[in-house]
């Protein structure tokens, strides 16, 4: 029997540094552990929490079945207050787990007087237009030193550097937030670069957001015209006297090598500038009359390179009588190049430009619309030197190179820029395709999640918007530890929301217009969905309590404009967004009627609203959301829905919504339905039929009514329009649409059409909860829910997950006639296994565990079809027969591919499978019936 395991060093709230927590934004922190090991049946009843601050060791014992989010049990910490923290555990018996390691943690300034820094700016420089400013400070230590903090945030992003040193490998500080509400500052712990005596603290300020082009306005300079620094570096020497550099009028500033730098536009630098013989303008620092008060610290990851990628692939194009290098690097990411070059003369210019994808053997810019996604130098001389921009980044995977005619490969890497969120889950199968499928889905989180969740990361736009992340939520909390990251954004979602409780379409707002502000369905509806999320993932109550007037709000405002018949219909709205039929100018213009999407939202929504009210004990509010949601169902049962399940506009996305969203009023007419769904898709030659809103949903309804094979179907479907389309055509990321590029390999002509967009990647959710059976039954993952259903076409999959509680696993196989599953999972947490085809789920404890049943998918897969009582259904559910015949259609013409084979049969589907050839060609004068018709008859009898 397992021993009773020390718990982990405790995590403080939702940070993930691996070390000390600097700059915490809490004064009273919850705590966090997992227990590794524990004897069968175990079960937390109580914690000890010893806390060291100020010289003085406190012991808190707290009777607590909980491991996570456990509350402060002490007095709260100040501003710059350190502590020691370690917990230990015990059980019913008694037994008490030895200490965990200990946890460093450190408050940041938590309150506006703790700033004797000010905000400055350089006066005559670093104006819009001219080359980036660095200013700079000095600050004489008498003695040696014994900690060093700096505290610094700015308009603009700035690169910060001690005595020459950069500060932290961090990139693009502060991030992006609503700056008006409020602007975040990161905290250092800079005591390994201070020295004894002088010491010179400079900041390299870009325009970044604040200044910079912003949204696809063309707009500039937003938020201020004004680039500032506030930095506040507190040096406590061996005696205890703290000695502070404040960022005043006593700083300095001069012009960089940086001459221009914009997010989409690139970084232009001059080395000449500054070198030997060249000057570069110098001037002073004005202090701002600029409030502190909503300067915050940030519990959020820093934005850091992550990783580096290799040249794989380097050719030569000829253009404008230059010979210019391509380089791939086999991988669309986000980042930027590093560029090592020798031996040019002074003055010689260097140009990398950067592009998603090729048309010949050239980038393809057109997808960037106007963003130049240009970085160039002019080179100071023939030494060698590392070419690398700080100011900017870049989506791409392939890089033109001119001005190096000897480009060698090992020359030049593509660094990969992220939030540094921790990687928290995994899926892999037996199928290749699948497999990339999910790797481009976590790539173009990665790509993505640049200090906000953001649309895509090349073009000239990059926004927050709503829509996007209110349907990829549940799948980046299951790939990566989003907590922090998303109750950020959310923050700014609330503060940008009007009074009246309309929720910008971005986050934070760039738009600025009445359109900006209208209320439009599912994007909106993050208001209510991504802290829904959060709390189903993570188990956190306060992201509740936080967000609630926002909830309400959003939710009171779309009931306003349903009116008393309570149907959410006219007005602005995106709809199912971006579905296949929807043309390339128009993406709103989809199958899914829009006044449909918009009243199943308000009911989703306002359901929410009532679960979140009940769970913080809100009783009025809970009764009160909960009977305008039951109006709400019925009222869209009453206008949408026939007796029969059919749901207005016919179309994949409202069956889904209506499915999911518990909008139909009988179990009749649900399973009827998920009937229609599951025809419609088969109709479809098992090809998508959604955009943005019924993506996420569509598996998930097909599987709940009993049609799982048919979303298997969809899933690992090939064909334009599929999720492995872009795969089968080389996609490294999730595209923006689903023929961003089209089979013939050219370019969708759409002004919107990128190759780095993760919304249609919200599949894996239903990938890890379904193909391979690992979800949350409570929120926190306290509970599990494992039940996979097993696609026939694979042999295996496995999912695993960090979740509050430690690692959850699944892992499936079939083989010599079994079925065989291995779970694990986590002290603390219990688990309901569904075994396919058994009728009770069981219930089982923390640890591993293994299951053999007979493999009644694959039995059930080789049996032989019988033609003579079939139907054409089940001619369609039959692979390798429907893509026979579908292939005798085509090849005859009476077709031009199996999409439209199969929609010729939607009325046909219960008819014997007999007369499938009647059904594509119910007229015998038509040329191919005959051969179509014969094919029909070869398929049946073989």
């Known amino acids: ?16 540094d691996q070390d000390a927590v600097l700059g915490l934004a809490a004064a009273a922190p919850r705590l966090s552990w997992t227990v590794p090991a524990a004897p069968e049946g175990w079960r937390q009843t109580s914690c000890e929490v010893e806390i060291s601050r100020a010289g003085e060791v406190t012991v808190h014992q707290v009777h607590t079945a909980d491991q996570v989010l456990v509350p402060w049990p002490a007095d709260p910490l100040s501003s710059r207050e350190q502590a020691r923290v370690r917990v230990r555990v015990s059980g019913a018996d008694g037994v008490w787990s030895n200490w965990s390691p200990a946890r460093t943690l450190e408050v940041g300034l938590l309150n506006s007087t703790d700033w004797t820094a000010r905000f400055i700016s350089p006066v005559g420089l670093g104006a819009l237009h001219m080359p980036a400013p660095v200013l700079a400070g000095r600050l004489t230590v008498p003695g040696p030193v014994r900690s060093a903090r700096l505290f610094a945030t700015a308009h603009g992003i700035y690169v910060a550097t001690l005595n020459g040193r950069p500060v932290d490998d961090s990139v693009l500080a502060p991030g992006w937030t609503s700056y008006e509400n409020r602007l975040r500052y990161h905290t250092y712990d800079v005591t390994d670069l201070v020295a004894e005596g002088e010491n010179r603290l400079e900041f390299l300020l870009g325009n970044g957001w604040y200044r910079g082009r912003l949204g696809y306005m063309l707009d500039r300079a937003l938020y201020g015209d004004r ?47 500054g070198a030997a013989g060249v000057e570069t303008a110098t001037g002073t620092v004005e202090v701002l009359d600029l409030d502190v008060g909503t300067v915050v610290p940030t519990d959020l990851p820093v934005i850091r390179p992550l990783q580096t990628l290799a040249a794989q692939k380097v050719w030569t194009v000829a253009r404008h009588a230059q010979v210019n290098h391509v380089v791939d690097f086999g991988q669309n990411a986000v980042g930027w190049i590093r560029l090592k070059v020798r031996g040019l003369p002074a003055g010689s210019e260097v140009i990398v430009r950067h592009a998603e994808v090729l048309e010949g053997d050239e980038i393809a810019t057109v997808p960037l619309r106007s963003a130049e996604a240009t970085d160039s130098w002019i080179l100071a001389g023939p030494e060698e030197v590392v070419l690398e921009p700080r100011l900017t980044f870049h989506g791409f995977r392939y890089a033109e190179i001119r001005g190096v005619p000897d480009l060698r490969p090992e020359d030049v890497e593509l660094v990969v820029l992220g939030t540094d969120l921790r990687r928290t889950g995994w899926f892999s199968s037996s199928h290749e395709l699948l497999d990339r499928l999910h790797e481009n889905v976590v790539w173009s989180t990665r790509g993505n999640f640049i200090d906000i969740p953001t649309d895509c990361p090349q073009r000239d736009e990059r926004l927050g918007w709503t829509g996007d992340i209110q349907v990829f939520g549940p799948t980046a909390s299951f790939l990566f530890d989003t907590a922090a990251f998303l109750g950020s954004w959310l923050v700014d979602l609330a503060a940008e929301q009007l009074p009246d409780g309309s929720v910008p379409h971005v986050v934070p707002d760039v738009n600025r217009n009445e359109l900006a502000f209208t209320p439009a369905a599912a994007w909106g509806d993050a208001a209510t969905i991504v802290p829904w999320t959060l709390y189903e993932r993570t188990g956190d109550v306060g992201v509740l309590a936080r967000q609630l007037p926002s909830m309400r709000a959003w939710v009171d405002k779309i009931a306003g404009l349903a009116g008393p018949d309570r149907l959410w219909a006219g007005g602005f709205q995106y709809g199912d967004w971006l579905d296949p039929t929807a043309p390339p100018e128009e993406a709103e213009k989809a199958m899914a009627d829009p006044d449909v999407v918009a009243t199943a939202h308000l009911a989703r929504s306002a359901q929410i609203v009532a679960w979140a009210a009940e769970v913080l004990g809100l009783d009025d509010d809970a009764q009160k959301y909960a009977a305008l949601a039951a109006e709400v169902r019925e009222a869209f049962a009453e206008a949408y829905v026939s007796p029969q399940g059919r749901v207005h506009s016919d179309a994949q996305a409202v069956y889904a919504l209506a499915i999911q969203w518990d909008l139909l009023p009988t179990a009749a007419q649900r399973q009827l339905a998920g009937r229609r769904l599951a025809d419609l898709v088969r109709t479809n030659d098992f090809r998508i039929g959604t955009g943005f809103v019924g993506t996420p949903l569509v598996c998930d309804a097909l599987a709940a009514t009993g049609h799982a094979d048919v979303a298997h179907r969809l899933l690992l479907q090939t064909q334009c329009p599929s999720w492995l389309y872009p795969v089968t055509m080389g996609a490294t990321t999730i595209w923006e649409r689903w023929d961003s590029l089209r089979p013939d390999g050219s370019i969708n002509p759409g002004g919107m059409t990128s190759f780095n967009h993760y919304a249609l990647g919200a599949v894996a959710d239903w990938m890890h909860r379904s193909v391979a059976g690992l979800a949350p039954a409570e929120p926190g993952y306290r509970r599990l829910s494992i039940q996979p259903k097993p696609p026939v076409a694979l042999t295996h999959a496995q999912a695993r997950h960090l979740t509050p509680y430690g690692e959850a696993a699944v892992a499936w196989e079939r083989a010599d006639g079994e079925f065989r599953l291995s779970v694990t999972v986590p002290v603390g947490v219990q688990a309901e296994v569904h075994l396919p085809g058994a009728e009770e789920a069981m219930t089982v404890g923390h640890g591993e565990h293994h299951w053999r049943t007979p493999d009644r998918v694959t039995a059930a897969a080789t049996d032989e079809p019988d033609w003579t009582r079939a139907s054409i259904r089940d001619l369609l559910d039959d692979e390798e027969a429907w893509e026979q015949l579908a292939g005798a259609a085509v090849e005859a013409g009476i077709v031009p591919d199996a999409a439209a084979a199969a929609s010729r049969l939607l009325k046909y589907l219960d008819s014997p499978a007999a007369q499938v050839g009647f059904a594509f060609v119910p007229d015998d004068r038509f040329q191919g019936a005959s051969a179509v018709r014969q094919a029909a008859t070869r398929i049946l009898s073989a």
Do not use: C, F, K
């Open 1 to 16: 029997m397992a021993q009773l395991a020390a718990p982990t060093t405790p995590r403080i709230e939702h940070r993930t």
């Open 227 to 273: 680039l500032a620094v506030l930095a506040q570096l507190e040096v406590t020497t061996t005696d205890g006297a703290v000695h502070t550099l404040n960022s005043d009028g006593s700083w300095t500033a001069r012009e960089s090598q940086v001459v221009a730098d914009d997010l989409y536009n690139g970084q232009r630098t001059d080395l000449r500038r």
